[in-house]
């Protein structure tokens, strides 16, 4: 085990490498960051930041030499990366396990062959695989196997014809493509495995999308005991077929026929785990300090209904967003990730609500969201 005042190591430095950081060093724990970009949110709190590419030789040698342990906050980190720094330290999860998740095309074979439903699809490696689409994929999402994230790389897809065209702007590269499956809701489970095989996972989030980016987590999911029970079992064993270590998230699809589709893995904390910041007794970024330093796992349980918020950085295009709106809700707690610019579909921060069920803190969230700012649409939810 790895107490308080040893350094350890985080590859990446956006928003989930800040709130490891906060979390780290409310436990007692240095933190050093590796993250090229001068300007990165978690770089900016560390007590070192390593301002070089995720393979540097020179700065991986560093974190090596300095922490005892070392993880990450984004699946596409190299690979290579996090094997070579196994050689010399700590290092949850491990390169194959994140390797995994960093192929859609891996990933859904390694599902499938676990047992784990996933939505029917076909993987095209080269042009000619289109031949092979059967016409029941269609309607369908192609998407890119590997470097996609908020709903990036990817082409809604109707006829075979419209597969072809896709695939070659998205650059002929691997992609996968899936059936577009009716929707019930999506909800999504955080999990973490301990050093010692324990595991537990965070209570099912239920998760509302807007552009293929997550708008609102609510929590608990309004969905029935069994299935948040099976979503929860799933994602647990997920992270035992892996064979992981660290907090990882299964995102899920409920298809109106009631089938619990995975849709994807992420080997690390994510956005719909923010909720347990405010609402658990031990949030993600936290379990994610113990697995990595092998504490025992941190108790899961639900303090209170929470709904989370996204704010993307199309919540300034109107200028500074009326802050009072969060400020003046008691239950409402706003963290902000010290982004610089206010890009739109940029995550520049969320702000969580509690409430006294999850219709009540829901409600309460979307007040507040009306009145932020009058770029932030009410469409959804
Ligand atoms: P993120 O990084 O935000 O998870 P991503 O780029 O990995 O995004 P996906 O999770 O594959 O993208 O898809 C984004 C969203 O698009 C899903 O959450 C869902 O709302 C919708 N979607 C994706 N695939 C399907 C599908 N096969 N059927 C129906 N909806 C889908
Ligand atoms: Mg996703």
Redesign the pocket.
Known sequence: MFFPDAMLGMLGGGQLGRMFTLAAHSMGYRVAVLDPDSRSPAGAIADVHLKAAYQDREALQHLADTCVAVTTEFENVPADSLRRLAAHCTVRPTGDSVAVAQDRIREKRFLTENGFEV?PYIAIERAEDCDRIEAALLP??L?RARF???????ARVASVEEVRAAYVALGSEACVL????S?AC?VSVVAARGADGATRSFPVAE?Q?RD???DVSIVPARVSAELAHRAEAAAQAVAVKLDYRGVLAV?F?VTTDGALLV??I?PRPH?SGHYTIDACTTSQFEQQVRTLCGLPLGDTRLLSPVVMVNLLGDVWQGGQPAWDAVFGCPDAKLHLYGKHEARRGRKMGHYTVLGADADDALAKALAIRARLSPDFNLESA
């Open positions: 939505a369908g999402i998407k996609g994230y908020d709903g990036k790389g990817q899936e059936k577009r499956v929707l999506e998760n999308h293929g980016i997550l995102e699809f849709n994807e992420a956005n």
